[in-house]
């Protein structure tokens, strides 16, 4: 399923369950979406030619999709977004705040799919870098792109950065 149509399911079920924090936190990922979607319309509008060419600019702006690997991409920066709220609460004494946004974090993590562990990126990095040929902490740039690139959506940066610089010490 579409996760646009799941999101927007979810949020009908959790209107019905009155779930107010789970409604306001779906109400938030897909407004995140669609003003991602919005930016990309104008970007291609604005590509076309804008108002000189309004035919192609017409069916520049219909073309424009969002595909599901952007759609993830937009729920990890929020997730992302909570986690760090919830850390500028925590060091500000908001204990209140801090559960709030943790709990956002949770929900949105529910529609990402599932990402590996350490333990499960460790050999994988390991090939990385010995195709690479790095051999310490001085080829960590050369290393890092590629993980990020390999990896994307399916672990957080400061785990592969954790990994990365683990085996490369």
């Known amino acids: 399923m579409n996760m646009q149509l799941r999101l927007q399911n979810d949020m009908k079920e959790a ?15 897909m407004n995140a979406i669609k003003v991602n979607f ?4 104008k970007q291609a509008y604005d590509a076309a030619g804008g108002e000189s060419n309004m035919a192609a ?13 952007q759609m993830i991409e937009i729920i990890i920066k929020e997730v992302k977004r909570r986690r760090e709220s919830a850390d500028m609460y ?29 333990d ?9 870098i010995q195709n690479v040929g790095a051999k310490g902490a001085a080829d960590m740039n050369k290393v ?26």
């Open 15 to 29: 209107m019905r369950a009155r779930d107010q924090l789970r409604v306001e936190t779906l109400r938030m990922a």
């Open 90 to 118: 925590r060091k500000g004494n908001r204990p209140e705040l801090v559960a709030k946004e943790e709990q956002e974090a949770v929900i949105l993590e529910s529609y990402l799919p599932r990402m590996l562990s350490a």
């Open 144 to 169: 890092m792109p590629l993980v990020m690139q390999q990896f994307k959506g399916q672990a957080e940066g400061r785990i592969l950065n954790q990994v990365v610089r683990e085996l490369l010490s």
């Open 38 to 41: 919005d930016n990309l319309k």
């Open 120 to 128: 499960e990126l460790r050999p994988q990095i390991e090939a990385i």
């Open 57 to 69: 600019s017409t069916a520049a702006v219909d073309a424009v999709t969002l595909a599901e690997p």
